[in-house]
């Protein structure tokens, strides 16, 4: 059996947690920040836990 390539799009993208949730940052942080609050910005810097509907397709692009 040939191994299986890992998507190297979502291995920059998700990380695997130790118990093998998929982990990624939150989006809407590059750009036209002026308008958006402190707090706002404060909470987009913090990973958060991919949407568990995902995850079958998901670990199927990242085997490794």
């Given at each position: 059996m040939p191994k299986v390539k890992t998507s190297r799009a979502a291995a920059k993208r998700f990380k695997k947690t130790g118990t093998g949730k998929l982990k990624r940052m939150k989006a809407?942080?590059?750009h036209?920040?002026?308008k958006k609050s402190q707090k706002r910005k404060?909470?987009?810097r913090k990973?958060?836990?991919a949407v568990s509907s995902n995850a079958k397709v998901m670990k199927k692009i990242l085997p490794y």
């Open positions: 809407y942080k590059s036209i920040l002026t404060r909470n987009l990973s958060t836990v």
